[in-house]
Nanobody, 127 residues
C-alpha cells in the first residue's frame, strides 16, 4: 500500500525559508511522478510543483517559480520542497502526492492526474 508522509511544516516570518519532506513507501519510487499541492483556508487546492523522479525534470506554478524548488532522493525515497522568500500568501496545508503507477515519460508526468495523497503539513507565514 502506498504511503506518503509529509513533515517540515512550521510557522515562519515572511522572507524566511522552510524545507518540506515527503517520505514515500509501499511502491517502487523509480519512474514516478511526484508533486506538492497546497490548500489555503477558503481556497481550492492548488498544484505547487511536480517532479519526474527518474531524471528530476520539474514543473512549477507561476506564483512559486524562482522561490520554491522541488527535488528528490530516489535512494531514500523522499521528495522535498525547499521554500524560500516565503510570503503570507504561501500559508496553507501542503500535501505530497503521487501519480498512480509508473510513468515512463516526462511529458506523461506533466499531464498526469495524482492518485495518492499524504495527510498534509501546515505552513504558516506571518509578517
Amino acid at each position: 500500500q502506498v504511503q506518503l508522509v509529509e513533515s517540515g511544516g512550521d510557522s515562519v516570518q515572511a522572507g524566511g525559508s522552510l524545507r518540506l519532506s515527503c517520505a514515500a513507501s509501499g511502491y517502487i519510487f523509480s519512474y514516478r511522478c511526484m508533486g506538492w499541492f497546497r490548500r489555503a483556508p477558503g481556497k481550492e487546492r492548488e498544484e505547487v510543483a511536480r517532479i519526474y523522479t527518474p531524471f528530476g525534470a520539474t514543473k512549477y506554478t507561476d506564483s512559486v517559480q524562482g522561490r520554491f524548488t522541488i527535488s528528490r532522493d530516489n535512494a531514500k525515497p523522499t521528495v522535498y520542497l525547499q521554500m524560500n522568500s516565503l510570503k503570507p500568501e504561501d500559508t496553507a496545508m501542503y500535501y505530497c502526492a503521487a501519480v498512480g503507477g509508473p510513468v515512463y515519460a516526462g511529458s506523461q508526468c506533466f499531464s498526469a492526474n495524482f492518485a495518492e495523497w499524504g495527510q498534509g503539513t501546515q505552513v504558516t507565514v506571518t509578517w
